[in-house]
């Protein structure tokens, strides 16, 4: 069974400029995580969808981030602009059980 | 959300068992302990959950007191690829009460 699907797994970017994230869940997995994770810390809840419905946001910057899961499924987190700050791994996880979370490799994002 | 205490960093020496104590003071009576294990460049893994008493799966066991303020991961002779940065985590397994992550326990085996 594949695993959590995340690209690109590193990304460089200018301060000011977007960027975007993609997530694609195990097959079947109708919950699905957007975490941030900076160096030394544990991951930190950005989102939660549960199919296509943003049920937990209240962690998202909203003025600068944003996400959609069209049709329940593939996921894409945006920042728009970037800041020196958004440096970070952002984690994507997927699960059917809400304790058992599984997480893809991760994207690290450098913000120059 | 129940607040998770752990030590920040662990050593051990190859084929020893090490005990990674938690401590959760304000759980709540429908919060489940579960810990997740992450390796460098990887995103965090289940290991292990449990309510109370013990858990013990291939990997792990889970020890939980009876007042459920504190549970501590046991790792059977630990190998070098046991290293790894080890988090405990409460909440609810409904989904409604989201997991949160602390710092986690930094476990370095050492040969």
């Known amino acids: 069974e594949a695993g959590v699907v995340q690209s690109p797994r590193y990304k460089i970017i200018e301060k000011k400029q977007p960027v975007a994230f993609w997530c694609n869940p195990i097959s079947g997995h109708n919950t699905l995580y957007w975490y941030r994770q900076n160096l030394g810390q544990g991951p930190e809840l950005l989102i939660r969808y549960e199919n296509e419905e943003a049920v937990d946001d209240s962690q998202l910057p909203k003025d600068r981030f944003s996400a959609e899961r069209l049709k329940g499924v593939d996921s894409t987190l945006k920042i728009q602009p970037a800041e020196l700050g958004d440096s970070a791994v952002y984690l994507c996880a997927s699960t059917d059980r809400a304790y058992e979370q599984y997480f893809g490799p991760g994207t690290r994002l450098t913000v120059t | 959300l129940a607040k998770t205490t752990q030590p920040i960093s662990m050593d051990s020496y190859e084929g020893q068992e090490v005990n990674i104590t938690c401590s959760h003071n304000?759980?709540?009576?429908?919060?489940?302990i579960t810990w997740y294990q992450q390796f460098p460049s990887q995103g965090p893994r289940f290991i292990i959950q449990g309510y109370k008493t013990k858990v013990t799966n291939e990997v792990a066991s889970l020890f939980i007191p009876a007042d459920r303020k504190s549970s501590t991961l046991s790792l059977p002779r630990v190998s070098l690829s046991d290293t790894a940065v080890y988090y405990c985590?409460?909440?609810?397994?409904?989904?409604?009460?989201?997991?949160?992550f602390g710092k986690g326990t930094r476990l370095s085996v050492i040969a």
């Open positions: 985590l409460v909440g609810g397994i409904s989904g409604n009460t989201p997991l949160v």
């Open positions: 304000n759980i709540a009576t429908n919060d489940y």
